[in-house]
């Protein structure tokens, strides 16, 4: 099929470098004469008909800002067939042939169903700052966010380190460790606990007055989130209560998913969103982009629809032994 009009929207949470995709998706589509529409909110935009119509200067000077200038959103509704045989019923009158979503496995998920249930054309980008999509080393927004958590945990030990104090900064991924696991490492953290690990607290009671007895004057223990945000205010009462061990907490929340993207996300987003236009212009769909050793190419959408299956202990046992 030869297409002459795109759709493209970002869903889920929103991650720096989403932009710089979309400017690449617009600017590709434009340079081969396709025309964009851009479809603000998400899949919940989409079925209530919010489109905007892209040209080369909608997404000027936009390569640096984090967030999104499409807007996102998590929708309910898309989950049921009802509501995306709608939503293909309104992408066809508006004459859009082939959709473009950027976003997590989630997203993707929606992605599919519209191809396996309607033939409708489409190619993701894998956007969240959680890095935990299959089949994709990289997911855009991922270096961002690690700068951001690793320049706050900076900041926090330096007030650490003049009061002596432990703290317990919690980073954000859900079930992902892939933002604790960095920022540990980077940030010389004393742990790093893992999003579903049983806490181990005399362990680290003992390893950080072990730290105490050799001169240390401070500590960082990195929390994953996990399925909800706020677990470390429940280590901190079993420390406090258990062990008379004193802890303060800090959750680093949505400042992670906000800020100027890095070198990293600009560039990989902006191969990311022209090869999606690419893929779609030579029948390669439905795919998503990814990253499989360090280069980007196109990937079976199937096979990205869910959790990256990583393993990260090996990187926690790194943190540990690099700081005793
Ligand atoms: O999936 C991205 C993410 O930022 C997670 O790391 C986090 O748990 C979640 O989204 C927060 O979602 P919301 O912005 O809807 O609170």
């Given amino acids: 099929m030869t297409f002459t009009h795109f759709g ?73 067939p009802v509501f995306r045989k709608k939503a293909v019923e309104i992408l066809r009158a508006q004459r859009i042939e082939a959709l473009v979503v950027i976003g997590g496995d989630g997203s993707f998920n929606g992605a599919k169903a519209l191809w396996e249930e309607h033939q409708f054309p489409v190619v993701g980008i894998p956007g969240t700052i959680d890095n935990d999509v299959s089949s994709t080393e990289y997911t855009i927004g991922f270096d961002t966010a690690v700068q951001t958590a690793i320049e706050a945990v900076d900041r926090i030990r330096d007030t650490a380190h003049s009061h002596a104090r432990t703290f317990l900064v919690e980073v954000m ?65 079993v420390l406090r209560d258990n062990y008379q061990m004193d802890t303060h907490v800090v959750i680093l929340g ?29 029948g390669r769909y439905p795919t998503v982009t990814v990253v499989q050793a360090g280069k980007v190419l196109l990937e079976d959408l199937a096979n990205c629809v869910t959790k990256a299956d990583h393993n990260f202990e090996e990187y926690q046992q790194l943190a540990q032994t690099l700081s005793i």
Avoid at 57 to 64: F, M, R
Avoid at 190 to 207: A, M, S
Avoid at 259 to 278: L, W, Y
């Fill in 8 to 80: 493209l929207l970002c869903s889920g949470g929103d991650s720096p470098g989403m932009n710089c995709a979309i400017r690449a998706v617009v600017r590709t589509a434009l340079f081969h004469g396709v025309q964009v529409t851009g479809i603000k909110r998400g899949y919940a935009g989409l079925l209530r008909g919010e489109f905007q119509s892209m040209n080369l200067s909608s997404v000027g000077n936009i390569i640096q800002r984090g967030g999104t200038v499409l807007q996102t959103s998590r929708s309910a509704e898309f989950m049921k």
């Fill in 173 to 237: 991924g859900r079930n992902s460790a892939a933002i604790a696991i960095k920022t540990g490492v980077c940030t010389g953290a004393e742990n790093v606990l893992l999003p579903h690990e049983k806490v181990n607290h005399q362990k680290i009671v003992d390893d950080i007055q072990r730290g105490i007895a050799r001169g240390k004057d401070s500590s960082i223990i990195v929390v994953a989130e996990g399925p909800t945000a706020g677990r470390s205010y429940e280590i901190q009462k």
């Fill in 254 to 282: 949505h400042i992670q998913r906000g800020g100027s993207p890095t070198s990293n996300d600009r560039f990989i987003a902006s191969q990311m969103g022209n090869m999606a236009v690419e893929g779609l212009l030579s």
